[in-house]
């Protein structure tokens, strides 16, 4: 209790006044003298202690109300204990660590444990809900105060085998606690791992309504082993001999010799032993095992005595398959651009295609269907049949290189062009002699390794008007030298001169090898082929098939991941389970193998300083035993009100008890 103007209390002074008064009433009796008391009436002992009980009240009475006067300007006010303060109505949000590294050791059995006895804490009027992340940000429960809903959800939930994401959470409880009335307690119950954390430290930063409380299920000595990459070449082609290099890490362990085994279908095909340093890594080779016609399913396991077994093996997708044929159509006589090609495919070393050639009209009898893709190289006309029979394919998911000569220049059209040719111009009559090349998005696929054509003389080229955001490379005269020009679901790619060491010298380059196997791969949609992805992926279907075309998707448990409609028009997936994915699509099986992020086995605990700063974005934590120092204050009450009846209250017992004390005085004086 404290006083808002205590100078009034100096008014207690005033109680010695009604004490002096009663004191000269007690010494001034009425004396009157008898010769004789014979005569009078005896009294009582006890109505004389009567009398003097009245006058006692009378006195406690006007003591009490000077008191109270002097309080009641004195403005006594009383505030709030902090306890009460930490009594008020909370929501708590429990968040629950859900990954892939939530499954070390008992710490899944630890964070339910912990989860549940925070529900306990939860008192009458309190709100709580339950959140979970990795994957993604899942809120189990609306804001509730039955422990029972809360029990239910936590117990429902299981450790995933994805990857988690401290930055979408700090996201989502920024969302969460700014649309709750109440002050938010953010209990987040994780292993905090460092790899999780977010680029830029804002991304955690809660709202000043927030309070966060953090409990580590880390352990020191977390060691974990784990399979981390498996690279190589997972396409083989004809008698090609697979190649893989295996990377194995370690977080936290020491210098050990590792067993690692490949298995091909079940089958084990080869061991090696391998020494990895300590909180190191360490690469073994796999090469020339056998692998069978076809898909087949490969798993790189080692022998790992962790307490994570979900990483110490990795999947797979392998496939040996003839190499793929290219139609090259060309007119009659000309093969000269065809043996520059095909020898620039033989060259690479990746044995992939094989190329048939074929004139205008020999196409119209060849099934289209099983080409990667179609070469048309400076053949102006195709007939009608052939035509539209390519038109189709390409539009229906198919692809082309379309090649720009001296007979497309002259007809100036050609097959699949929807532009006309304006003209061909020749370097040689004007003062430059020849054109290079000035511009080239070295980031498409089709022009990987091409080096930006440097040193490549271009003396001829057709000239026509191509969409800006179309061109991939253009000359220093500001002519689009390679175009990709979408049509249906397919792509073109056209060449604005041909293959023949006669319009330009791009045949005997060097860099000539590296751009037709860059640009084939792309075309055959062998560029877009994923065998192996990790969990929360999303894996792209629509590319490469015709939108009326269905495809079908089988998920590791052997069910069907996409619904009718989304097996018709579905553009995506999202792959949620390790193991082997089916993608059926005309007549065709591609397998592709799901694993754990490899990040979620880097086990390494986030700094104690960057938990602090965390907590500090939001109100700051009160320690134990203490109230909350971002606190406010609350009101003080006053009670003057209260006073002020007691003061009524008082002054009117002093007048009843006043009027019976002079009654008492006056019988006094007339006996």
Known sequence: MSFLTPWFLAGLVALGLPLWLHLLERQNPVKIPFSSIMFFQRRTQRSIRHRRLRYLLLLASRLALLTLLALLFARPVFRRAPEALVAQPRNR??????????????????????????????RPGDRAQVVAFGPGVRVMTDPTGDRTVLRSAIQSLKPTMSRNSYGELGQSLRVLAQNSALAAEVHVVSDFQQSAMPGRFADLSLPPSATLRVHSLAANGSRNWCVESVKGETHLYGTARPRLEVTVAGFDTPEVTRRVSLAVSGRQVATKTVTVAESGRATVQFADFDVP?????????????????????????????????????????????????RTALDSSGQAMFTVQPATPAEAGNLPLERFAFVVVSDVPRLPALAEQRLKAFVEAGGAALLVI???????????????????????????ERFQQVSEMDTNHPALRGSKRFTGVKFFRYARWEAPADQVLA???DGSPLLVEEPLGAGRLLVLTSPLDNVWNDLPVHPLFVPFVAESARYLSGLEETVTQATVDSVLEIHKRRDPRATVEVVDPAGRRALDLASAVAGREITLTSTGFYEVRRAGKIELVAVNPDPRESDLRPAGEDVLALWKSTGKPEAAPGTAPAAAQPAAPRDIWRLLLLLVLAAAVLESVLGNMHLGVQREVQIE
Request: charged letters at 30%; hydrophobic letters at 40%.
């Open 93 to 122: 949000i429990l968040v629950l660590d859900t990954s892939f590294s939530m499954r070390y050791g008992d710490r899944w059995k630890r964070a339910q444990s912990e989860a549940l006895s925070l529900v306990d804490q939860v």
């Open 293 to 341: 016609h076809g898909q087949s399913r490969a798993e790189v396991r080692i022998d790992s005595a962790d307490s994570l077994p979900g990483d110490d093996a990795r999947l797979l997708s392998l496939e040996r398959a003839d190499p793929s044929p290219i139609l090259f159509l060309h007119q009659p006589g000309k093969t000269r651009e065809m043996l520059y090609y």
């Open 474 to 476: 253009r000359l220093a």
């Open 405 to 431: 000569g001296p007979s497309i220049a002259l007809e100036e059209a050609a097959p699949l062009l929807s532009r006309k040719v304006t003209d061909a111009r020749y370097a040689a009559r004007e003062r």
